[in-house]
């Protein structure tokens, strides 16, 4: 029978290389671990390592057994993590999972509102790309997450804050900045300023300059709003950005202009169908859909059942 002391070894050699470091890593004698891994091959009726010169080197059938021990591994660590959670949860702790652009600002606002309504509310925030924050959500690996990019997994259930259009955000004094709105091909000579390829919001904008077969002359890029909207302020060039949704927001010293074609932005609120919304976590909620509702510049949808 295969035991969770010889997967262990096996697993602690291919990922160090080595009998004396997987060892060292599992705190046992050397001759330990080869026993463990001889007994292993038995059971499985193949050899994992070859022999040669006191030392080991993973055969072909080891390294295909290493991938399903790996995935198996994987699922245990996931575990590990959902169990990390529910203590959490029990202990009061609300974690919230945001993307980079609403961290500072919308995320911020909304905790120092809701700590005032629960004053002993304890809270841990995490700033992750989006799709690492669909993927601990959709794992249940979090109580919510706030985002501001589509969600298209079923397993997800999406409450939408807000709706606002991107707009055109100019330094101070540019010429664009007296239009009553900037369309692409007012920025075919602009100097540019652009979220990374990888940003989902990047690629709606990109369509909307193929659909007007504008090209921009991008000269920088960031990875999130803040420091587009730094470079901005600095007078590096124009870029297109997602609206505020936050009264922290610091966009002093530049002007944001409407752009057209229209891009709509959803603020959401997500959360695993799986996880029962009660306790902290429905009063967040709720509290954040009453936060937005009197002051959404688009009028929000209809909040989905918790």
Not at 193 to 202: A, G, K, T, V
Request: include cysteine; charge should be neutral; proline fraction near 7%.
């Amino acid at each position: 029978m295969i035991t969770h002391k010889q997967i262990e070894a096996f697993r602690m050699i291919m990922i160090s290389g080595s009998v004396t470091a997987a060892a060292k890593l599992l705190n046992v004698s050397q001759p330990a671990i080869s026993r463990l891994i001889s007994a292993l091959e038995y059971e499985l009726g193949f050899l994992l390592f070859q022999r040669q010169n006191r030392q080991m080197k993973p055969t072909p059938e080891a390294g295909a057994f290493y991938a399903e021990v790996e995935r198996s591994f994987v699922g245990i660590e996931r575990l590990q993590r959902s169990a990390a959670v529910i203590r959490q949860n029990r202990s009061g702790k609300l974690n919230i999972i945001s993307i980079p652009s609403v961290a500072p600002n919308v995320c911020v606002e909304l905790i120092a509102r809701a700590t005032k309504l629960t004053p002993d509310l304890k809270v841990a925030l995490e700033v992750l790309p989006s799709q690492t924050l669909f993927e601990r959500v959709s794992s249940s690996l979090t109580d919510i997450g706030i985002t501001t990019l589509p969600i298209t997994s079923p397993g997800i259930e999406k409450i939408v804050l807000a709706t606002a259009p991107a707009v055109c955000l100019l330094p101070d004094g540019h010429p664009l900045g007296g239009q009553d709105h900037v369309a692409p091909e007012d920025l075919r000579d602009q100097t540019y300023i652009d979220y990374r390829r990888s940003s989902d919001f990047r690629k709606r904008v990109d369509a909307v300059f193929e659909t007007a077969q504008v090209d921009r002359k991008i000269q920088f890029e960031a990875s999130a709003t803040q420091p587009v909207v730094q470079m901005v302020k600095q007078g590096l060039g124009v870029a297109i950005i997602e609206p505020s949704f936050s009264n922290l927001d610091d966009r002093a010293g530049c002007v944001a202009v409407p752009f057209l074609p229209e891009i709509a932005v959803e603020l959401c609120i997500v959360h695993s169908k799986q996880i029962s919304t009660i306790g902290d976590i429905e009063r967040f909620i709720n509290m954040a859909v009453n936060h937005f509702a009197p002051t959404s510049i688009h009028k929000p949808e209809a909040v989905a059942p918790l």
